[in-house]
């Protein structure tokens, strides 16, 4: 009796002791912990471009179902040398026409080159396309631009888009989508890496791997929504590469609505134009193959009519993003990134909803590790701009063009955790627009300084390609209205609806980050602010943190 009473002590204290360090070393996986739905989307676990590659306008005279491919497809060069006068409109600033297409079945070489975080500094997963594959398909790297002594292999899979009846042919097969994880990484040291793939070499191209978790390494990030592969599209590209050639940055996050695959200069109404994903994938490849870029699915790429029957399926196969895809996290440095999917529910008892509040929770046990927390998603809950106003969900809609009308929790729950949480910015795109608020509890209440703040910051880039929403059609009956008509709310800080551009992160310290708004093709930031953040949110998560220890070993003396 004693010996069992003596082990039943031990267990019980083992059991104490395990809690002790998964909750003050943090180094857990949040996605495995938190995430009941890891891996179950179709997934592989791991998952110096060509400068010299030209888009031609696809003009106005194109035939329906006419691709307008030129013989010499696979030359194509960044930027697109269109003016930016071309791309003013009458009702709203036009993007103009899509580029022409990508052909992957003419270029043998490896292209569409992309890297992404996995949450391990150590990791760096890539993807790259090629129209073939053989039995030597890798990607040597190392720390040394003359040694890449590491080498790690790749698998590689296609798909079809489809299936017509008529010819008994698929309309679309990919080319080869090889996937590689690279390991042993130096975390927060500049990388080199050459891929070796379809018989063919890429050129060396480099990168920085992620810093250590609790680094305070300051950080830079861009950050852009809604592109596309329109002209404006490619200019806006254009000007983040240069940006590239004055500033080193970590990581690229891009806030839904990727490609716009379902809308080729709408000449696929019914089944999305894949050539479209090739296309942008080798636009944003001088970008992509330098820095992490970490996307979350809009709705031209989870919803079914608006991504013309590609419901997610496209999305999982072209990128390898951490957990499931659709919404996880990530840490770098000193800030960690929580991806979060608006095209699904949010509620407390939904699984993104229990999710997303474990994550919250866990990073808040160590924001002395993670003192910025970033949200990341595609369409804002605070939006002045009348084209698409708040985003409430569908609670209710019981129209047949959606198969899942019910998308709940984004009024309530959503909210209410990004300020208990102590969210510190929140990423939007979809209004194709620029948005920065003040810093937000709700629309009632906000704070009018970026000095100590308390409140999550709300930024909307939802201006990098396509359309802008300048006018409004708000009868529906050819009258235009701007769609700013209203007076500006008073916790909207900024907005612009007639220019396109992109945005950009500076972590600087651990209470302090820049953020600028540059304008397409004017060069220099039109806007720049710094946000301090309030030490009395940190100290109160680090406190929860503390209690929470303590209270476990008062468990440990009541054992014993």
């Given at each position: 009796?004693?010996?069992?009473?003596r082990?039943v002590?031990?267990?019980?204290?083992?059991?104490?002791?395990?809690l002790l360090?998964?909750?003050?070393?943090?180094e857990?996986?949040?996605?495995?912990?938190a995430?009941p739905?890891?891996n179950?989307?179709?997934?592989?676990?791991y998952e110096?471009?060509d400068?010299g590659?030209s888009y031609?306008i696809?003009?106005?005279?194109?035939?329906?179902?006419?691709?307008?491919l030129?013989?010499d497809?696979d030359?194509?060069r960044?930027p697109y040398e269109?003016g930016i006068?071309y791309?003013k409109?009458?009702k709203?600033p036009?993007?103009?026409?899509e580029?022409d297409?990508l052909?992957?079945?003419?270029?043998?070489?490896?292209h569409q080159?992309?890297l992404?975080?996995t949450g391990?500094p150590?990791?760096?997963?890539?993807t790259w396309?090629?129209?073939?594959?053989?039995e030597?398909?890798?990607?040597?790297?190392?720390p040394v631009?003359?040694?890449?002594?590491?080498t790690s292999?790749?698998?590689?899979?296609?798909?079809?888009?489809?299936?017509d009846?008529?010819?008994?042919?698929?309309y679309?097969?990919?080319?080869f989508i090889h996937?590689a994880l690279m390991?042993?990484l130096?975390?927060?040291?500049?990388h080199y890496?050459q891929?070796?793939?379809?018989?063919?070499e890429?050129?060396?191209l480099?990168?920085?791997?992620?810093?250590?978790?609790?680094?305070?390494?300051p950080?830079?990030?861009m950050?852009?929504?809604?592109v596309?592969t329109?002209?404006t599209?490619?200019m806006v590209?254009?000007?983040?590469?240069?940006?590239m050639?004055?500033?080193q940055?970590?990581?690229m996050?891009?806030?839904?609505?990727?490609?716009?695959?379902?809308?080729?200069?709408?000449?696929?109404p019914?089944n999305?134009?894949?050539?479209?994903w090739?296309t942008?994938g080798?636009?944003?490849q001088?970008?992509?193959s330098?820095?992490?870029y970490?996307?979350v699915?809009?709705?031209?790429?989870?919803?079914?009519w608006?991504?013309?029957?590609?419901?997610?399926t496209i999305?999982a196969?072209?990128?390898?993003?951490p957990?499931?895809e659709?919404?996880y996290?990530?840490?770098?440095?000193?800030?960690?990134?929580?991806a979060?999917?608006?095209?699904e529910?949010?509620?407390?008892?939904?699984?993104q909803?229990?999710?997303?509040?474990?994550?919250?929770?866990?990073?808040?046990q160590?924001?002395?590790k993670?003192?910025?927390l970033?949200?990341?998603q595609?369409r804002p809950i605070?939006?002045?701009?009348?084209?698409?106003?708040?985003?409430e969900g569908r609670?209710?809609n019981?129209?047949?063009r959606?198969v899942n009308?019910?998308?709940i929790?984004w009024v309530?729950?959503?909210?209410t955790?990004?300020?208990e949480?102590?969210?510190?910015?929140?990423?939007?795109?979809?209004?194709?627009?620029?948005?920065r608020?003040?810093?937000?509890?709700?629309?009632?209440?906000?704070?009018?300084s970026y000095t100590?703040?308390k409140y999550p910051?709300?930024?909307?880039?939802?201006h990098s390609?396509?359309?802008?929403?300048k006018?409004y059609?708000?009868?529906?009956?050819g009258?235009?209205?701007?769609?700013y008509?209203?007076?500006t709310?008073g916790?909207?800080?900024?907005?612009?609806?007639?220019h396109?551009?992109?945005?950009?992160?500076?972590f600087?310290n651990?209470?302090?980050?820049?953020h600028?708004?540059?304008?397409?093709?004017?060069g220099e930031?039109t806007?720049?602010i710094?946000?301090?953040?309030?030490?009395?949110r940190?100290?109160a998560?680090t406190?929860?943190?503390?209690?929470?220890?303590?209270?476990?070993l008062?468990?440990?003396?009541?054992?014993?």
């Amino acid at each position: 009796k004693l010996w069992y009473q003596r082990r039943v002590r031990e267990m019980k204290v083992r059991l104490v002791f395990l809690l002790l360090f998964v909750t003050v070393s943090g180094e857990t996986d949040l996605n495995r912990l938190a995430d009941p739905l890891y891996n179950i989307v179709e997934r592989s676990r791991y998952e110096e471009f060509d400068d010299g590659i030209s888009y031609n306008i696809a003009g106005g005279d194109k035939k329906k179902g006419d691709e307008g491919l030129r013989a010499d497809e696979d030359e194509y060069r960044i930027p697109y040398e269109e003016g930016i006068e071309y791309f003013k409109g009458i009702k709203s600033p036009s993007c103009g026409w899509e580029i022409d297409q990508l052909d992957v079945s003419k270029i043998k070489k490896p292209h569409q080159i992309r890297l992404s975080f996995t949450g391990d500094p150590t990791e760096m997963a890539i993807t790259w396309t090629t129209n073939g594959v053989t039995e030597h398909e890798q990607v040597n790297y190392g720390p040394v631009k003359s040694d890449l002594n590491y080498t790690s292999t790749s698998i590689s899979h296609q798909y079809s888009w489809h299936w017509d009846e008529e010819s008994k042919e698929w309309y679309y097969t990919s080319g080869f989508i090889h996937e590689a994880l690279m390991i042993n990484l130096i975390p927060g040291m500049i990388h080199y890496y050459q891929i070796e793939s379809n018989g063919e070499e890429s050129e060396v191209l480099q990168f920085v791997a992620a810093p250590e978790s609790g680094s305070k390494t300051p950080l830079s990030f861009m950050h852009v929504g809604d592109v596309g592969t329109f002209g404006t599209s490619v200019m806006v590209t254009n000007d983040m590469m240069e940006r590239m050639k004055e500033q080193q940055f970590h990581g690229m996050i891009h806030c839904g609505d990727i490609s716009y695959a379902n809308k080729y200069n709408h000449s696929r109404p019914d089944n999305a134009e894949q050539k479209v994903w090739d296309t942008w994938g080798q636009m944003v490849q001088p970008i992509g193959s330098k820095m992490a870029y970490m996307a979350v699915p809009g709705n031209h790429e989870l919803d079914i009519w608006d991504s013309t029957n590609e419901n997610g399926t496209i999305y999982a196969k072209r990128f390898i993003m951490p957990g499931n895809e659709r919404y996880y996290s990530f840490g770098v440095g000193m800030v960690h990134f929580v991806a979060v999917s608006t095209d699904e529910s949010i509620d407390a008892s939904s699984t993104q909803g229990q999710w997303f509040k474990n994550v919250l929770t866990k990073v808040n046990q160590n924001r002395d590790k993670w003192p910025w927390l970033v949200v990341f998603q595609h369409r804002p809950i605070y939006n002045s701009n009348n084209k698409h106003k708040n985003w409430e969900g569908r609670e209710g809609n019981t129209s047949s063009r959606y198969v899942n009308p019910e998308i709940i929790g984004w009024v309530d729950n959503y909210p209410t955790l990004l300020v208990e949480q102590n969210v510190d910015l929140v990423l939007n795109g979809h209004v194709h627009h620029y948005e920065r608020t003040w810093p937000m509890k709700n629309v009632k209440t906000w704070d009018t300084s970026y000095t100590n703040v308390k409140y999550p910051v709300h930024i909307t880039c939802g201006h990098s390609g396509k359309s802008l929403y300048k006018f409004y059609d708000l009868d529906k009956d050819g009258t235009y209205e701007d769609s700013y008509f209203n007076s500006t709310p008073g916790w909207s800080a900024s907005r612009d609806n007639s220019h396109w551009g992109h945005c950009e992160l500076d972590f600087i310290n651990e209470t302090a980050v820049e953020h600028r708004m540059y304008r397409m093709k004017e060069g220099e930031h039109t806007e720049k602010i710094t946000i301090t953040r309030s030490t009395d949110r940190w100290s109160a998560a680090t406190a929860l943190t503390l209690s929470t220890v303590l209270a476990l070993l008062s468990v440990v003396r009541a054992v014993w």
